[in-house]
């Protein structure tokens, strides 16, 4: 019996992590550097927000729901993550799956259009 429950729970552990769900949300899309550490964000944010997820910064979206999510690329279509970073520091919607691991909760951007 105990070697049924290892061999399960080892099926378990090595299963890949999959999507949780496909979700579309709306938002601003934000440079999570000046988030995190400041809180920065809005209008007054834009070009800061801009430039930051043009060299590369990690870019999220803080959701009308007041939920935040960081946006990760999908390695086999990299364009609509690219789309939704020259909409930093606007509103946007972004859709894709939705993952969560360790507490973090991101999106895999399948989508992104401005508002």
Do not use: W
């Not at 859709?95 to 999106?107: D, E, T």
Request: net charge positive; glycine share 10%; charged share 20%.
């Amino acid at each position: 019996m105990n070697l049924r429950r290892i061999a399960l729970a080892f099926l378990v552990l090595a299963a890949p992590l999959s999507a949780q769900e496909a979700v579309t949300v709306q938002g601003e899309i934000l440079d999570m550097a000046c988030y995190m550490a400041k809180g920065s964000q809005g209008p007054s944010h834009k070009a800061c927000a801009q430039l930051c997820a043009k060299q590369g910064v990690p870019i999220g979206v803080l959701t009308d729901a007041g939920e935040v999510y960081l946006l990760i690329e999908d390695h086999d279509n990299t364009s609509p993550y690219e789309a939704a970073k020259k909409l930093a520091g606007v509103r946007a919607e972004i859709s894709g799956k939705k993952f969560v691991k360790q507490g973090v909760a991101s999106i895999q951007v399948s989508g992104a259009k401005g508002l």
